[in-house]
């Protein structure tokens, strides 16, 4: 079936470098992607999104790129902070302009860790 | 402005018993989603609510599992006859508008002994 995935399950980054964390998708009707940030024992937390119509988006400290023709998804984060220690997940719908699931598709997340 | 709510934060059951799990959407928010996690797992869809319908349940399971979005009050995520297997994080999403789910709750941790 398809799916949402992440290339790796652990990133380790040095505080203050920048971190890209990368996911790919196989549904080719996905039009609406979302990056969501969770610590442990919360809820996950919305960070930026992008439509199929744009390839890059940014927002403060971090910056969401699109690649439809490779199905590719990444989330850089500037200057990292020990704050940004969390895990990574990227969620796409299909359909979002009419038709398809209502539902998020998460893939399973990267775990990323502020090294001091 | 309050968050989504969901309560309770830990559940815990012994298998045959039902599990009753409730969110608050965000003041505003007409549309409800409901995620499951297992541990080191992203989250799945379960069902989307709007008030007093259920709009698409494709990810719940056929048996022991059902959903409500009552006129008043929150939405309830039912779980009858758990197993050991129901054992996991439920988190309640809810937005403004369809198909986009940004805000999330807290989330009820169910453990089935």
């Known amino acids: 079936g398809e799916s949402v995935g992440l290339h790796l399950p652990t990133l380790s980054v040095q505080e203050g470098d920048n971190s890209i964390i990368n996911c790919a998708y196989s549904?080719?009707?996905?039009?609406?992607f979302i990056w969501y940030k969770q610590e442990s024992g919360k809820g996950p937390q919305f960070i930026i999104d992008?439509?199929?119509?744009?390839d890059k988006r940014q927002g403060q400290r971090v910056t969401v790129l699109l690649n439809k023709t490779v199905k590719h998804l990444s989330l850089q984060i500037a200057a990292t902070q020990p704050g940004d220690s969390a895990v990574y997940f990227c969620?796409?719908?299909?359909?979002?302009?009419?038709?398809?699931?209502?539902?998020?598709?998460f893939g399973k997340g990267t775990h990323l860790i502020i090294q001091p | 402005n309050a968050g989504v709510m969901q309560n309770p934060r830990h559940l815990v059951r012994r298998r045959g018993q039902e599990a009753r799990l409730r969110c608050s959407p965000m003041k505003g928010h007409s549309h409800v989603y409901w995620y499951r996690q297992l541990p080191e797992e992203g989250l799945k869809f379960m069902v989307y609510?709007?008030?007093?319908?259920?709009?698409?349940e494709s990810g719940m399971p056929k048996e022991r599992f059902s959903a409500e979005f009552p006129k008043e009050g929150p939405s309830i995520l039912r779980i009858q006859q758990v197993v050991r297997g129901d054992s996991a994080a439920y988190f309640c999403?809810?937005?403004?508008?369809?198909?986009?789910?940004?805000?999330f709750g807290q989330g009820t941790r169910l453990t089935v002994v």
């Open positions: 999403a809810s937005s403004p508008n369809r198909r986009i789910a940004a805000f």
């Open positions: 969620a796409e719908i299909a359909g979002l302009s009419g038709g398809g699931a209502d539902g998020l598709t």
């Open positions: 549904n080719s009707a996905s039009d609406y």
């Open positions: 992008i439509r199929s119509n744009m």
């Open positions: 609510l709007q008030k007093e319908n259920i709009i698409d």
